[in-house]
C-alpha cells in the first residue's frame, strides 16, 4: 500500500504545479467573448467581458480578430483542464486520508 500512496502522491505534486502553470497562463489571455456588430454596413469585432455589474467592449482590428478567437478558445480549454485537475486532487485527498 504505501507504494500505491507514493505514487498518488506525485500524482498530486505533479497536478498541483500543472495547476499553478495553467492559471499563470490564463492571467495572460483575455477573458470575455467576440461581439460581432455591424456599423453603418461594415462589421466590426470587439471583446467584450463583464466587470462587475457592467459589459466593457474592446475594439479589436481585423488583423487582430484570428489572433484574439485563438486566445479567447485558449483560455476555455485551459478552464477545463483545470476543472479537470482540480476535481483529479479532490479524489486523491480522499484516498490519500
Known amino acids: 500500500m504505501a507504494i500505491l500512496d507514493e505514487v498518488l502522491l506525485e500524482e498530486y505534486e505533479r497536478m498541483k504545479k500543472m495547476r499553478v502553470v495553467m492559471k499563470a497562463e490564463m492571467d495572460t489571455l483575455p477573458k470575455g467573448y467576440i461581439s460581432k456588430k455591424n456599423i453603418y454596413g461594415r462589421q466590426?469585432?470587439?471583446?467584450?467581458?463583464?466587470?462587475?455589474?457592467k459589459i466593457v467592449s474592446t475594439f479589436?482590428?481585423?488583423?487582430?480578430?484570428?489572433?484574439?478567437?485563438?486566445?479567447i478558445q485558449r483560455r476555455k480549454q485551459l478552464k477545463a483542464s483545470l476543472a479537470e485537475i482540480e476535481e483529479s486532487m479532490k479524489k486523491i485527498e480522499r484516498v490519500i486520508r
Open 44 to 53: 466590426y469585432h470587439y471583446l467584450q467581458r463583464r466587470e462587475g455589474s
Open 60 to 71: 479589436i482590428s481585423e488583423k487582430n480578430v484570428a489572433e484574439a478567437e485563438a486566445q
